[in-house]
């Protein structure tokens, strides 16, 4: 007699930030098809709750650049669960900062993305490692970019907090691995989706010529390393980040 093997993340309580549509939501459609349990939060309240209904998840809203909301985040999950096992750090601004050169860049600009990309990574992952620990077995995916291995021109301020985002991951693997929390990053390359519908398509041409594996990448691509490293065995890769682009970049 022969049973099916359980469900990768059967049993495992994911949060996904940044989930009500492109990569976030793609990320939460994997969790959810290798059996999590989820939690979905964005600044997009509309879109996110169609998504968690979609995925038959929890929705909460959250706004990156606002300590106190990310704080309510914290403090709504430990009520309602007190315990999670991982957290997708996807939600970034992604849309609308790129062509300027470095020096035609507003101040405005610049402090809004380090605000909601860094700052509010820092924010969340502060307000959820807690409940990370007492799970026994936490993991953190960090969502970068290679862009900021390959050293993407025209996007400096986006460019630089993923560069932070990787920064940071190494540097949160070190404090939190004695808590038995583990920190990893995925750099993915440009990808065709809603949220990418602005860049320009010599860009989407630079990456789907120059790939190992040429042609275009879509969200769905990128899950399935995400979703591993959600699992309790994923805590020897802490640290490491993983530039899932079908080889644009090596490292």
Known sequence: MTTDAPALLSGRTILVTGAARGVGRAIAEACAA?????????????????????VGAEFLPVDLAEPDS?????SAIAARHGAIHGLVNNAAIATGIG???????????????MRVNVRGTWLVTRALVPLLQASGSGRIVNIA????????????????SKGAVISMTRSLARELGPRGVGV?????????????????????????????VPGPQLPGDIT?????????????????????NAGFVFT
């Open 70 to 74: 990310v704080a309510a985040l914290g």
């Open 145 to 160: 970019s290679d862009t900021a291995l390959w050293g993407a021109p025209r996007l400096l301020a986006y460019t630089s």
């Open 184 to 212: 990893t990053c995925v750099a993915p390359g440009i990808m065709r989706c809603e949220a990418t519908e602005y860049v320009p398509e010599e860009r989407h041409r630079l990456y789907e010529t120059g790939r190992a």
């Open 99 to 113: 062509g300027p050169e470095f020096d035609q860049l507003t101040i405005e600009t610049w402090d809004r993305v």
């Open 224 to 244: 399935a390393t995400i979703a591993f490293l959600l699992t309790p065995g994923a805590i020897a890769l802490t640290g490491q980040v993983l530039p899932v």
């Open 34 to 54: 290798a059996g999590a349990r989820l939690i979905l939060a964005d600044v997009m309240e509309e879109a996110g709750r169609a998504a968690a209904q979609a």
